[in-house]
C-alpha cells in the first residue's frame, strides 16, 4: 500500500466523520512496520496540514474540518502509548499552544514526541495566560519554551511573553520556540519578534531542541532596529517642526512627546505590519 493511498484513504474517512474507517487505515499502517512516531509525521501531520489548507481555501465545510480534528485527537491519544521510548536526556520542555482545538492537536503532538524522545515534557494547552506561563517557567525551569500555532492577530501578545522572559530573566539558560500558526507563513517573524528558535513541524521541534546550540542559527531581531530608525526620523521631523513652529511663534504638535502606553502601541503597529505584508496567501502548516 502505498503513503499515497494511506494518506488518501485517512483523509477521505476523515472528511466523512468515519472514525472506524481511519481506525482501519492507522491500524493497517502499523501492522506494515512503521512506528508510531512515523505514522504522527507520515500521516497524521501531513493531513492535518492539508485539512487545514482545504479549510482555510473553503474547499470543506466547517463540519468538516471538525470531524478531522476530532478524530485525529482520539486517534493521537489512541497512538501515544504506541510511541518508542528513548532514554531519559535530564533535559525539560514546556509546550502552550493557541486557544481552539486544532492547534492544541498540533502541540500534543509535539508534547507526544518530545517525552518519546526522553525530554520531561509540560503541556498547558491555549488556556494559559502569560502570567500563567511566567509563573510556570520561573518554577519548572525548562530547557526549552515552545509556543505552538499563534495566529496573526496574536502575534503581539507573544511578543509581550517573549520580552517579559527576558526583562525578568524568568530562566535565564531557557530557550524560546515557536511554531505553527503565522509562523510558518511570515519568514523571519519569530526572529523578529525575539525568539531564539523556529520549527516547521513536531519533528524538527525535536530535532533543532536537541541540537547542540552552535548548530542552531542565532535570530537577529529587526524590530526594535526598525523602531530605532523611525524613533530617529520622528525626532527629526519634531526638530523641524519645533523650528517651524518657533519661527512662526506657533506651537507645534509634533514636538510634543508620546507616552508609554502610545510607543509600545507603534511597536504593535510595525508586528501587525509585518504580518500583513508576509501573509497575503494563507498556507498550509
Same mark, same amino acid.
Given at each position: 500500500?502505498?503513503?499515497?493511498?494511506?494518506?488518501?484513504?485517512?483523509?477521505?474517512?476523515?472528511?466523512?466523520?468515519?472514525?472506524?474507517?481511519?481506525?482501519?487505515?492507522?491500524?493497517?499502517?502499523?501492522? %506494515?512496520?512503521?512506528?508510531?512516531?512515523?505514522?504522527?509525521?507520515?500521516?497524521?501531520?501531513?493531513?492535518?496540514?492539508?485539512?487545514?489548507?482545504?479549510?482555510?481555501?473553503?474547499?470543506?465545510?466547517?463540519?468538516?474540518?471538525?470531524?478531522?480534528?476530532?478524530?485525529?485527537?482520539?486517534?493521537?491519544?489512541?497512538?501515544?502509548?504506541?510511541?518508542?521510548?528513548?532514554?531519559?536526556?535530564?533535559?525539560?520542555?514546556?509546550?502552550?499552544?493557541?486557544?481552539?482545538?486544532?492547534?492544541?492537536?498540533?502541540?500534543?503532538?509535539? %508534547?507526544?514526541?518530545?517525552?518519546?524522545?526522553?525530554?520531561?515534557?509540560?503541556?498547558?494547552?491555549?488556556?494559559?495566560?502569560?502570567?500563567?506561563?511566567?509563573?510556570?517557567?520561573?518554577?519548572?525551569?525548562?530547557?526549552?519554551?515552545?509556543?505552538?500555532?499563534?495566529?496573526?492577530?496574536?502575534?503581539?501578545? &507573544?511578543?509581550?511573553?517573549?520580552?517579559?522572559?527576558?526583562?525578568?530573566?524568568?530562566?535565564?539558560?531557557?530557550?524560546?520556540?515557536?511554531?505553527?500558526?503565522?509562523?510558518?507563513?511570515?519568514?523571519?517573524?519569530?526572529?523578529?519578534?525575539?525568539?531564539?528558535?523556529?520549527?516547521?513541524?513536531?519533528?524538527?521541534?525535536?530535532?533543532?531542541?536537541?541540537?547542540?546550540?552552535?548548530?542552531?542559527?542565532?535570530?537577529?531581531?529587526?524590530?526594535?532596529?526598525?523602531?530605532?530608525?523611525? &524613533?530617529?526620523?520622528?525626532?527629526?521631523?519634531?526638530?523641524?517642526?519645533?523650528?517651524?513652529?518657533?519661527?512662526?511663534?506657533?506651537?507645534?504638535?509634533?514636538?510634543?512627546?508620546?507616552? &508609554?502606553?502610545?510607543?509600545?502601541?507603534?511597536?504593535?503597529?510595525?508586528?501587525?505590519?509585518?504580518?500583513?505584508?508576509?501573509?497575503?496567501?494563507?498556507?498550509?502548516?
Amino acid at each position: 500500500m502505498s503513503a499515497e493511498h494511506v494518506l488518501e484513504r485517512y483523509l477521505n474517512g476523515l472528511l466523512k466523520g468515519d472514525r472506524n474507517a481511519c481506525r482501519g487505515v492507522i491500524e493497517e499502517t502499523l501492522q %506494515t512496520g512503521l512506528p508510531a512516531n512515523k505514522v504522527y509525521m507520515d500521516v497524521i501531520w501531513p493531513i492535518m496540514v492539508e485539512v487545514d489548507k482545504l479549510y482555510t481555501q473553503d474547499k470543506i465545510t466547517a463540519t468538516q474540518e471538525a470531524f478531522a480534528t476530532r478524530i485525529n485527537r482520539t486517534i493521537v491519544d489512541q497512538l501515544q502509548n504506541k510511541l518508542p521510548r528513548k532514554a531519559l536526556r535530564a533535559r525539560k520542555v514546556v509546550i502552550c499552544s493557541a486557544d481552539n482545538e486544532k492547534e492544541e492537536l498540533g502541540a500534543q503532538m509535539i %508534547t507526544d514526541l518530545f517525552e518519546s524522545d526522553g525530554w520531561e515534557a509540560r503541556f498547558l494547552g491555549g488556556k494559559v495566560n502569560n502570567d500563567d506561563i511566567l509563573a510556570f517557567v520561573n518554577s519548572f525551569h525548562p530547557d526549552i519554551l515552545l509556543v505552538y500555532g499563534i495566529a496573526a492577530k496574536q502575534a503581539p501578545n &507573544t511578543r509581550q511573553l517573549i520580552d517579559s522572559i527576558k526583562s525578568i530573566n524568568a530562566s535565564p539558560n531557557m530557550r524560546v520556540m515557536l511554531s505553527g500558526g503565522v509562523f510558518d507563513r511570515a519568514e523571519d517573524l519569530w526572529q523578529e519578534i525575539g525568539a531564539d528558535l523556529y520549527a516547521p513541524n513536531a519533528a524538527e521541534a525535536v530535532r533543532i531542541a536537541s541540537a547542540d546550540e552552535s548548530e542552531v542559527t542565532v535570530p537577529v531581531r529587526t524590530i526594535k532596529r526598525r523602531r530605532k530608525a523611525d &524613533t530617529s526620523s520622528k525626532a527629526k521631523t519634531a526638530a523641524a517642526a519645533q523650528k517651524s513652529a518657533a519661527d512662526n511663534n506657533q506651537p507645534s504638535d509634533a514636538a510634543q512627546p508620546q507616552d &508609554t502606553q502610545a510607543q509600545d502601541a507603534q511597536v504593535q503597529d510595525a508586528t501587525q505590519q509585518d504580518i500583513q505584508v508576509a501573509e497575503p496567501q494563507p498556507a498550509a502548516g
